[in-house]
């Protein structure tokens, strides 16, 4: 499986790799909407993580894109302050929407199961 992560944050990139390497996970990173577009083009995503709160590209506008040209899962995070971000993922069909504090328990337990159905 193969997973695609809309962040520039160093920090975080480090922990989402930890958590995929840990469930077997391939990760990649993107640092900008170009960038993520294409690394879901060259190589099909089971999973396209994205900060709904980032201010680098408008990640509703990235998630329309992916949704219309690829069969993509959208997993989103947010601050749990603001939850009119997860109001408009969970109307744009993401699968997966969590607050940022819970989110990689959220993404350890979602790549487990999607590994277990594969």
Do not use: C, W
Not at 78 to 89: G, Q, S
């Amino acid at each position: 499986m193969r997973i695609v992560t809309g962040t520039a944050d160093l920090f975080l990139q480090s922990r989402i790799a930890e958590v995929a390497r840990q469930s077997g996970v391939e990760p990649v990173f993107a640092s900008g909407p170009d960038e993520l577009k294409s690394r879901v083009a060259e190589r099909p995503a089971e999973l396209v993580i994205l900060d709904l709160s980032s201010t680098d590209y408008d990640p509703f506008s990235v998630a329309r894109e992916l949704r219309s040209k690829f069969n993509v899962r959208l997993f989103g995070f947010y601050p749990h302050v603001k939850t009119e971000l997860k109001k408009r993922a969970d109307e744009m069909g993401f699968e997966y929407v969590v607050p940022n504090s819970n989110f990689l328990p959220s993404l350890r337990r979602v790549l487990l199961e999607r590994a277990e159905e594969e």
